[in-house]
C-alpha cells in the first residue's frame, strides 16, 4: 500500500533553517509527481512546491519562490523541501502528496491522491 512519512520539522526561528523529507513507498516513486502543500492554523490547504518524476522540472508558490527547494531522490524513494529564510508566517501543518500520474497540473490540489500525515512546522523567536 502507499505510504508517505513526512518529518524534519520541528522550531525555527525567523531567517532560520529547516529540511523536511517525506519518504515514500507501495508505489513506482520516479513516476509520479509530488508537493507540498501547507495548512497554517485557521487556513485552507495551500500547494507550495512540486516536482515531477525526473526531477527537472520544479515549481513553487509565489510565497515561498526564492525561499524553499524542492527535491527528490528516486534512488532513495523520498522528497525533500528545503526551506529558508524562514518566517512567522510559515508556521504551519506540512504535507507531502503524491499525484495521481506524472502528468498533472502541479498546483492543483485535486490531482493529488495520496497524503502523508503532516509534519509540524513553526517559526518563532
Known amino acids: 500500500q502507499v505510504q508517505l512519512v513526512e518529518s524534519g520539522g520541528g522550531l525555527a526561528q525567523p531567517g532560520g533553517s529547516l529540511r523536511l523529507s517525506c519518504a515514500a513507498s507501495g508505489f513506482t516513486f520516479s513516476s509520479y509527481a509530488m508537493s507540498w502543500a501547507r495548512q497554517a492554523p485557521g487556513k485552507g490547504l495551500e500547494w507550495v512546491s512540486g516536482?515531477?518524476?525526473?526531477?527537472?522540472?520544479?515549481y513553487y508558490a509565489d510565497s515561498v519562490k526564492g525561499r524553499f527547494t524542492i527535491s527528490r531522490d528516486n534512488a532513495k524513494n523520498t522528497v525533500y523541501l528545503q526551506m529558508n529564510s524562514l518566517k512567522p508566517e510559515d508556521t504551519a501543518l506540512y504535507y507531502c502528496?503524491?499525484?495521481?500520474?506524472?502528468?498533472?497540473?502541479?498546483?492543483?490540489?485535486?490531482?493529488?491522491?495520496?497524503w502523508g500525515q503532516g509534519t509540524q512546522v513553526t517559526v518563532s523567536s
Open positions: 502528496a503524491k499525484g495521481i500520474s506524472d502528468h498533472v497540473y502541479l498546483h492543483n490540489l485535486d490531482e493529488y491522491d495520496y
Open positions: 516536482i515531477y518524476g525526473d526531477g527537472r522540472d520544479l
